[in-house]
Structure formats: C-alpha cells, structure tokens
C-alpha cells in the first residue's frame, strides 16, 4: 500500500492510502497507523470499507508542531502488510487572550501547551483590583506589595516590552489559602518551572530548538 497526507492543519490531517492486490487474496481489513515521532503509542484507524484501491482517512485531534508518522496497512488472509512512514510536521496553531483592561494578546499552541505570544502588560488584576505602578528606584526596592513598572520608566515601552511585575503581583492570590494567582488574564497561569520544562523537553523532541534543538540553546529558540 502507499500513502499520502495532505491538508495539514494544526491538528488534523488527511491520509491518502492505495492498496493493490497484487495477485493475493481478497483485502479483508485496511487503514493507517500514526504516531507522533518517538513512535511509542501508535493508533490505528480501520477505513469502513475493504477491498483493494484508494481510500482516505481524516486524522483528528493531533497536536500542533508535532512531527507524525503514519502509514498505510492492508490484512488479508496472508497477513498484514504496511506502506513505508510517511513523516509530516503540524504547524503550530495562533489563537488570541484579553486581559482585564481590555489589551489582547497573541497566543500560540505548542504541543499540549498554550502561550501568551506576547508579553503581559495589564495594570489590574483578574479580580479587578488595580496593580500599583511604581516609578522611583528607591520605592521598588522598599516595596512590599504588588507593583509594576514600565522600562526606563518610558510609557511608550509599556506596548513594546510589557510591564516590569515584582514578586509580590505575580504570586498574588485571593487569599493565602488560595493556590490561583490572579495576575494572568483569567483562566490562566504564571508558568511553574514544570510548564518551562514541558515547554523545552517538547521543542527539542520536536527539531524546534534554535540550532537543532540542543539544550543548552533552548533559549534562543
């Protein structure tokens, strides 16, 4: 059998699959087998058809910038044989957020992950509660409170760089008791060190590292 994929989205693609008898039997099962590229939990989709010729098969709820392979599969009485793996890569997938003052954002999915594509420049909280700004040097370093600033203290670098937050607004919860911060737009999260690991170990599994993918240039990518 051969195989061909076309129309790739972020998270869907379509399989094209010729099967040939070749002087065998009668094709009794046929269809494709994807996985992403480590090729550890492959899945497979049986066309509701049988018989020889050309099918096609929607492959759905991929994950964008991933890397599968996939081929084709026909069973007859003899056996099961496979087509070679054809390799495709999703792209990844843009989406959009807005913050509590109305400022939205870029977001981009990778893997199973999604991120803010720009950085944050919000002056309230999710709950509502202004953020206090703070300009003078001396203040920032005294400050025990949630504050941010803009960079070199210039307005117009607020749309450029996002804001400047101290440790106090980016860990600041409803109550002590609360595990949610509330600087992120709602329904979102600072990222735990866990998330930038997920975020690292999935570019470089992926060839999406700045140089290849080596770890020690994860941050250039």
């Not at 058809?49 to 096609?56: A, C, L, V």
């Not at 044989?81 to 989406?95: A, N, R």
């Not at 440790?167 to 999260?189: C, H, M, Y």
């Amino acid at each position: 059998s051969l195989v061909e994929v076309t129309n790739v989205t972020a998270n869907s693609a379509e399989c094209k699959v010729t099967v040939n008898l070749n002087n065998s039997s009668e094709i009794i099962e046929r269809g494709v087998v994807y996985d992403n590229k480590e090729w550890k939990q492959q899945q497979v989709i049986t066309d509701t058809n049988r018989g020889d010729g050309t099918f096609t098969i929607k492959l759905e709820n991929l994950l964008s910038g991933t890397i599968y392979g996939v081929r084709g599969y026909a069973k007859n009485d003899e056996g099961v044989v496979y087509s070679t793996v054809y390799s495709f890569k999703t792209p990844l997938k843009e989406g959009m957020v807005t913050d509590k003052d109305g400022n939205t954002y870029k977001t981009i999915c990778i893997g199973k992950q999604e991120w803010m594509a720009e950085n944050l420049r919000t002056t309230t909280y999710n709950t509502g509660d202004p953020i206090r700004k703070i300009t003078p040097n001396s203040t920032w370093q005294s400050n025990t409170t949630g504050a941010y600033c803009v960079y070199s203290n210039t307005d117009a670098n607020q749309e450029i760089y996002g804001n400047l937050y101290n440790w106090f607004a980016v860990n600041k919860r409803v109550s002590s008791d609360s595990e949610e911060t509330i600087l992120a737009p709602e329904g979102w999260r600072i990222p735990s060190m866990e998330d930038w690991k997920d975020l690292m170990e999935h570019l470089i599994s992926q060839q999406y590292g700045y140089g290849g993918g080596e770890e020690n240039l994860i941050g250039k990518a």
